[in-house]
């Protein structure tokens, strides 16, 4: 027997696996209330729509200034990738090592697009409000910065083969000049 797929709908698979029982309960509106970001429901820095095809508005940008909504689907967290985000800025926030990995296809290359775009975003929030948003507000940087967030760039490692690739999804997933990526 042939299972059935539709690429219209997203696979049943449990991706409360190995998730902190807390977060478990937590829906998409509850997860972005806890990064302070539930008035925006997306990442700042972020394009708000992609081409499901896979252009992107740095090296399409004629395309994209033409497109039509119809065209166009919006950039959105799956709950999974917002649970993981919340956990990779608790582990880095308590100075604590993480390492992502997951299977093909799952949402790796922007839960850490977001992670760099999310920190960002708390370090100029913290400069301007005097702390983090959300379930950070009062938390403290644990590495050498007197508590705040530095301002530094970020270095993603990975083999030759996923240069291109990654250089495309960061250009698909961020707005042109949100950051500078060599």
Not at 43 to 49: D, E, T
Not at 73 to 98: A, M, N, S, Y
Request: proline share 7%.
């Amino acid at each position: 027997e042939i299972p059935e797929f539709s690429f219209d709908e997203d696979p049943p698979l449990d991706w409360s696996d190995g998730v902190d029982e807390e977060l478990k309960k937590k829906t998409i509106p509850e997860l972005w209330s806890m990064l302070g970001l539930l008035e925006m429901e997306g990442i700042p820095g972020f394009n708000r729509f992609i081409d499901p095809s896979g252009r992107n508005p740095k090296t399409d940008k004629a395309w994209f200034d033409c497109a039509s909504q119809e065209q166009l689907e919006p950039l959105q967290l799956r709950w999974h990738q917002l649970i993981g985000l919340i956990t990779l800025l608790g582990r880095v926030f308590d100075g604590k090592p993480l390492l992502l990995m997951d299977d093909v296809g799952i949402g790796k290359t922007i839960q850490i697009v977001a992670l760099f775009a999310t920190l960002a975003f708390f370090h100029d929030h913290r400069l301007k409000h005097g702390k983090f948003p959300g379930i950070f507000c009062n938390k403290k940087w644990a590495v050498r910065t007197r508590g705040s967030l530095p301002d530094e760039g970020a270095l993603v490692v990975v083999p030759v083969g996923l240069h291109k690739q990654w250089y495309d999804e960061c250009n698909r997933f961020l707005m042109p000049g949100a950051f500078h990526i060599i």
